[in-house]
């Protein structure tokens, strides 16, 4: 390992990311093939940055930016 911490991201900063609400990310967060969290703290649960940048990038559809950009999410 580097020494760098881990990029690390809640319900709050994936609603950001997709622009859809925070009920939503985790209707995602319970699919089978959504990165399992690496914990769950009083807040809620919380997932490796690149894990679910890396699952974003193969269910959003291509050219299919919403108003956030982000575009939307299978």
Known sequence: MDGESPRLVGAHEI???LGV???RVYQMAG???FPRP????A???IWAFDEVEAWIGTHRYPGGAGPTGAGHVT
């Open 15 to 17: 609603r950001d990311l």
């Open 21 to 23: 609400s925070r009920q």
């Open 31 to 33: 699919r089978s093939d």
């Open 38 to 41: 690496v914990a769950t703290l």
């Open 43 to 45: 807040q809620g649960k």
